[in-house]
T-cell receptor, first 111, second 116 residues
């Protein structure tokens, strides 16, 4: 069994500020972890993924995430927010034949 | 370099009608996954198929919903006798290797079903 909890359904930051989107997971097997971004009326685009190896994963658009097994977390960060980062972000865990998604976090970037 | 294609992008049906959603995976991909996204919610897994086989349908409602991925042609998600609660965005994803690998699932743009 697996589950994902995204803390905070809405996050608002100022342009240039740090972005931190939180994700905690549970999985009965070693997890594969993903972050996706969804723009309005579009599909999901993969930002980054963790499978094995280095726990700090770098993705597209300046995002990165760190896998912390002891905390069962996979938080997404970006040092400096840009207006184009405004979107909905989904954390997902994969173990077996399906991926389980969190309910999403809507990121708003204020000018 | 076509990605995952879904059609139609928008579908309107009246209660009791049938909805057929199509998904063409990325070239070379033989694994297809269907997810449903209700308003203000994340994606919920429905079914995982390979060519001509249903591998995991644990997320499919027991009635009215069916899926297939024939040897030739797109994968089809069929919803019979639609009800208002079926209104959602339905996403298809594909991968080149199986779900038990580290292979990434690539998502289509989704079909937004509205049931009147």
């Amino acid at each position: 069994a697996q589950s994902v909890t995204q803390l905070g359904s809405h996050v608002s930051v100022s342009e240039g500020a740090l972005v931190l989107l939180r994700c905690n997971y549970s999985s009965s097997v070693p997890p594969y972890l993903f972050w996706y971004v969804q723009y309005p009326n579009q599909g999901l685009q993969l930002l980054l993924k963790y499978t094995t190896g280095a726990t700090l994963v770098k993705g597209i658009n300046g995002f990165e995430a760190e896998f912390k097994k002891s905390e069962t977390s996979f938080h997404l960060t970006k040092p400096s927010a840009h207006m184009s980062d405004a979107a909905e972000y989904f954390c997902a865990v994969s173990g077996g034949s399906k991926s389980t998604f969190g309910d999403g976090t809507t990121l708003t970037v204020k000018p | 370099n076509a990605g995952v294609m879904q059609n139609p992008r928008h579908l309107v049906r009246r209660r009791g009608q049938e909805a057929r959603l199509r998904c063409s995976p990325m070239k070379g991909h033989s694994h297809v996954y269907w997810y449903r996204q209700l308003p203000e919610e994340g994606l919920k897994f429905m079914v995982y198929l390979q060519k001509e086989n249903i591998i995991d349908e644990s997320g499919m409602p027991k009635e009215r919903f069916s899926a297939e991925f024939p040897k030739e042609g797109p994968s089809i998600l069929r919803i019979q006798q639609v009800v208002r609660g079926d209104s959602a965005a339905y996403f298809c994803a594909s991968s080149g290797m199986g779900a038990y690998s580290t292979d990434t699932q690539y998502f289509g743009p989704g079909t937004r079903l509205t049931v009147l």
